[in-house]
């Protein structure tokens, strides 16, 4: 029996948790699809999710199809969600993209696209909605040759499109004779010409290209990234999902067995009324039972899973073992997280960003005695997603968490008074700016007072290129500093940059262990924990740094009457864009737009435009801030700058709100 772990991907809207319940209606694990718009779904079994008819939180359904276990992973279609399908994407062998046939590929899509395009995932593409007034299969189809995959292989075409009554046909079936097929059928044949000789002349020929030539060589292809099926339908009515389950089968390929060491991803956390804390657990490698241990990478010690289950159709079952390739619920471990790395962390892949947070917001209680329980609240979040990356000032009496837009704060409120009963206020969000080394810089530590104790390192820091993040290296032999005192150090720099000279994170920086030494009897791991924030600090502090703001990438859409004033308009923003590319009465505009001007946009150019023009925006990184702009702000807790102040926090002398390295 093969394994199969497949992820569904959409902008939100597309009808990617309709597929998933005709998917799961199809293959025969449920009597009858449940719908979206009643709450009904299997997928969505949050209060929250039922309400407002999107997913929140990624879920994973496990059923028999053919010779295949299928765990099938619904995801959020929120871009503010995306940490979600970070952590999913991880663990799938494949996806389904889901795109809408009215409103085609979408701001998310595209982010969606890059993070599969950088895993190389292998993927089907799936149009819904052809039923729909406004549908246009080949438009689409266009626009994804175009902006996503230049190797796509469309299989099927639309009967009757703009009509509930439509229908899936085959495109290589001889009496298919609609007035697109050719022209769609084309672009799979040229796809595929490529990489197949015997498609390429029978093509070149003009002879009919027969179905077995095209399906023939398509797993591979597929499999090795080289080519993706496209297919289509209407999801709501079954239309197109036999099909798009037979591609699963055919198409996508199976986990990847790995015998030779044990280790995995927990992608999910949630709370079990029986269970407690529950992991939603991918296994890469080896096999584990019930009471087995293992190292928790996070946490640096071994761990026992006390109960081991496997999520079918709303409930859970016991499991004797899981094996190699496989998803199942893992229970006992307290301390779990998502994203956390159970095992041998060299056969788990890295988990790569498609957004990343831009707000960061402080929520008060209503009721001002509440805010020890909505900080216990906000932990127990912050362990299902840790992008929150809840902070509490005790000293300020300030909660605060880090989101990725407005649709969040409004979940995560809703979920506060579902599911803890508690009402919170969120105020005004704050951008989350960042920082980067104004110049090059070198500074010291000595760490050998109180004795015992020895630390001695000299930091030199430097500017590093735009996205490059935190990049570190050692000049410093073993003979100087030992081997496990570096590889601390080494743990301890990402921790040490969370706040730099202006508040904010640093990122985009070289950092280099110069030189240094360590003392036979003195040192001990610790020692090097502690000293390294105080040195790079320093570093920091001579060097300076400059500040980064978040931006949007930024696609308008419109008639060209409104040019004028949707121009002045980003001039006004900050706005750097490229000319305009016009078409008919219409034009579009790409640039990029500081995120701080542009919170809330979307209201803003609907009025400009009378509701007429459109706009896609997602997450573009940081670029630097203009002198004049951003927002500085003080380090919160003991600042490694105030070296006395630090050492006696990390001793246990002072006591402060912030958590040890």
């Known amino acids: 029996m093969a394994i199969k772990n497949i992820g569904i991907l959409a902008h939100v809207d597309a009808g990617k948790t309709t597929i998933t319940e005709n998917l799961l209606f199809a293959a025969g694990a449920i009597r009858n699809p449940g719908s979206v718009d009643k709450g009904t779904s299997v997928s969505d079994s949050m209060d929250v999710e039922k309400e407002r008819g999107i997913s929140v939180k990624a879920s994973c359904i496990s059923f028999q199809w053919k010779k295949n276990t299928i765990n099938l992973i619904d995801t959020p279609g929120h871009a503010d969600f995306s940490s979600e399908v970070e952590r999913s994407l991880a663990v799938t062998d494949a996806v389904i993209l889901t795109i809408s046939a009215v409103e085609g590929v979408q701001a998310h899509t595209l982010s969606l696209w890059n993070v599969i395009e950088k895993y190389k995932k292998p993927c089907l593409i799936f149009i819904n909605k052809t039923d729909r007034e406004g549908s246009d299969l080949v438009?689409?189809?266009?626009?994804?040759?175009?902006?996503?995959?230049?190797?796509?292989?469309?299989?099927?075409?639309?009967e009757n499109e703009n009509d509930p009554a439509c229908s899936v046909v085959d495109l290589f079936d001889k009496n298919v004779s609609m007035p697109d097929a050719n022209f769609i059928r084309d672009i799979a044949?040229?796809?595929?010409?490529?990489?197949?000789?015997?498609?390429?002349?029978?093509?070149?020929?003009?002879?009919?290209?027969?179905?077995?030539?095209?399906?023939?060589?398509?797993?591979?292809?597929?499999?090795?990234?080289?080519?993706?099926?496209?297919l289509c339908g209407v999801a709501k009515t079954g239309q197109g999902i036999a099909e798009l389950l037979n591609a699963i089968d055919h198409y996508l390929p199976s986990a990847s067995i790995i015998a030779a060491s044990t280790g995995g991803l927990v992608f999910k956390v949630e709370r079990d009324k029986n269970l407690g804390k529950i992991g939603y657990f991918r296994l890469f490698g080896g096999r584990i039972k019930a009471k087995d241990q293992l190292f928790h990478f996070r946490l640096k010690k071994e761990v026992k899973i006390a109960q081991l289950k496997k999520r079918s159709i709303n409930k859970l079952e016991d499991k004797q073992e899981l094996t190699s390739g496989d998803v199942g619920v893992i229970s006992g471990i307290e301390d779990i997280v998502a994203g956390d790395i159970l095992g041998d962390s060299s056969i788990v892949p890295n988990i790569l960003p498609i957004q990343e947070s831009v707000l960061a917001i402080s929520v008060k209680p209503v009721k001002p005695g509440e805010i020890s329980t909505l900080a216990g609240a906000l932990f127990e979040l912050n362990d299902e997603d840790p992008a929150l990356n809840f902070q509490w000032d005790k000293e300020e009496n300030e909660l605060q968490v880090n989101l990725m837009g407005y649709m969040q704060i409004e979940i995560l409120q809703r979920i506060l008074q579902q599911r803890f009963g508690l009402d919170a206020i969120f105020e005004e969000p704050l951008v989350i700016y960042k920082e980067t080394p104004a110049a090059s810089g070198e500074a010291t530590v000595n760490y050998t007072m109180p004795k015992p104790c020895w630390a001695v390192m000299t930091f030199g820091i430097e500017p590093g290129p735009p996205g490059s993040g935190i990049v570190y290296s050692s000049r410093v032999?073993?003979?100087?500093?030992?081997?496990?005192?570096?590889?601390?150090?080494?743990?301890?720099?990402?921790?040490?940059?969370?706040?730099?000279?202006?508040?904010?994170?640093?990122?985009?920086?070289?950092?280099?262990?110069?030189?240094?030494?360590?003392?036979?009897?003195?040192?001990?791991?610790?020692?090097?924990?502690?000293?390294?924030?105080?040195?790079?600090?320093?570093?920091?502090?001579?060097?300076?740094?400059?500040?980064?703001?978040?931006?949007?990438?930024?696609?308008?859409?419109s008639p060209e009457e409104y040019l004028g004033i949707i121009v002045s308009d980003l001039t006004k923003m900050r706005a750097i864009h490229e000319s305009p590319v016009f078409e008919g009465d219409n034009f579009s505009l790409k640039g990029q737009v500081p995120v701080a001007e542009a919170m809330k946009y979307q209201i803003r150019l609907s009025s400009l435009s009378g509701g007429k023009a459109k706009l896609r925006l997602r997450f573009g990184g940081y670029i630097e801030c203009p002198d004049g702009y951003g927002k500085e702000r003080p380090y919160k807790g003991v600042n490694p700058l105030n070296q006395s102040q630090w050492i006696l926090h990390h001793r246990g002398a002072y006591k402060a709100n912030e958590r040890r390295f």
């Open 189 to 230: 044949i040229e796809s595929l010409a490529e990489y197949d000789e015997s498609v390429l002349s029978y093509f070149v020929e003009g002879q009919h290209v027969v179905k077995t030539m095209i399906t023939s060589g398509l797993c591979a292809l597929t499999s090795s990234f080289k080519v993706i099926p496209v």
């Open 477 to 557: 032999s073993v003979n100087d500093i030992q081997r496990k005192y570096q590889n601390e150090v080494e743990k301890t720099i990402p921790k040490g940059l969370l706040q730099g000279i202006k508040g904010w994170a640093v990122t985009d920086i070289k950092i280099s262990l110069l030189s240094g030494e360590d003392h036979e009897i003195h040192s001990r791991p610790g020692d090097f924990i502690l000293a390294a924030p105080m040195g790079i600090m320093a570093a920091l502090k001579k060097a300076g740094t400059k500040l980064l703001e978040p931006v949007y990438l930024f696609e308008i859409f």
């Open 139 to 158: 438009r689409v189809i266009h626009q994804v040759k175009r902006e996503l995959f230049h190797h796509i292989v469309p299989l099927y075409a639309v």
